[in-house]
C-alpha cells in the first residue's frame, strides 16, 4: 500500500543545534514530495517540494531536503534551528499513479531556548 | 482575499447525529481534499474530489460522506456510523496541473461529541 512515514514524533533540540527529520515513503513508482509545517495556531503551510532534477530542494526559512531515490527517502534538514522552528512537521507524498497526496503521522519540533 | 474558508470553527455533535463541516474556496481551483488530524496520527484522508460532481473516497472514508455539486463548496457530512468522529478536519484545495500540487489548507473544524 501507498503509505509515508515519519519514525520521529516529537523531537526537542536547542538553538542553534542541527535538524534532521526522517521520511520515508513504500515503492510505488514515480513521486512528488513534499513538507508541510504547521506552526502554532496558524494553517499548514508549504516549506517545500521535490518534483523532479537536483534532489537536493531548497525550501522558506533555511530548510532543504535530500531526495535519495534508493532508500526511498526525504530527510527535512536544517543547519541550525531557531525558537521560531517550534511546530508539526509532515511529510506528503504524491505517486504519479493516483491523484490523491498522503501525509506522514507528523513530528512535532519543540526548540528550547 | 483568496483562500479556503471553513466553518465552523468549532462544532458539538450528539450521540445519534450528523453534522455537515463546511468547506469553500474561491480560488478556482478543481481539486478538493477532505483530511482528519488526530494527535499522533497526522493528516488522513477521508474524501477527494479532483472534479465537479465527482468524488473519491481516501483512507478513512467509512462514516462520512461528501458532495461536490459546486467548484467552490466541498461539504463533509460526519454521519451517525462514524462512531470517533471526533479530530480536527481539514479541507484543503490545489490548482490543476501536475507541477502545482501546492496544497492551500483551511483553518480547520475541530469537532467534539458531546
Known amino acids: 500500500a501507498q503509505s509515508v512515514s515519519q519514525h520521529n514524533h516529537h523531537v526537542i533540540l536547542s538553538e542553534a543545534a542541527s535538524l534532521e527529520l526522517g521520511c520515508n515513503y513504500s515503492y510505488g513508482g514515480t513521486v512528488n514530495l513534499f513538507w508541510y509545517v504547521q506552526y502554532p495556531g496558524q494553517h499548514l503551510q508549504l516549506l517545500l517540494k521535490y518534483f523532479s532534477g537536483d534532489p537536493l530542494v531548497k525550501g522558506i526559512k533555511g530548510f532543504e531536503a535530500e531526495f535519495i531515490k534508493s532508500k526511498f527517502s526525504f530527510n527535512l534538514r536544517k543547519p541550525s534551528v531557531q525558537w521560531s522552528d517550534t511546530a508539526e512537521y509532515f511529510c506528503?507524498?504524491?505517486?504519479?499513479?493516483?491523484?490523491?497526496?498522503?501525509f506522514g503521522s507528523g513530528t512535532r519540533l519543540s526548540i528550547r531556548p | 482575499d483568496g483562500g479556503i474558508t471553513q466553518s465552523p470553527k468549532y462544532l458539538f455533535r450528539k450521540e445519534g447525529q450528523n453534522v455537515t463541516l463546511s468547506c469553500e474556496q474561491n480560488?478556482?481551483?478543481?481539486?478538493m481534499y477532505w483530511y482528519r488530524q488526530d494527535p499522533g496520527q497526522g493528516l488522513r484522508l477521508i474524501y477527494y474530489s479532483q472534479i465537479v460532481n465527482d468524488f473519491q473516497k481516501g483512507d478513512i472514508a467509512e462514516g462520512y460522506s461528501v458532495s461536490r455539486e459546486k467548484k467552490e463548496s466541498f461539504p463533509l457530512t460526519v454521519t451517525s456510523a462514524q462512531k470517533n468522529p471526533t479530530a480536527f478536519y481539514l479541507c484543503a484545495s490545489n490548482p490543476p496541473g501536475d507541477r502545482n500540487e501546492k496544497l492551500f489548507f483551511g483553518s480547520g473544524t475541530q469537532l467534539s461529541v458531546l
Open positions: 506528503a507524498v504524491k505517486y504519479s499513479s493516483a491523484s490523491k497526496i498522503i
Open positions: 480560488l478556482n481551483h478543481d481539486a
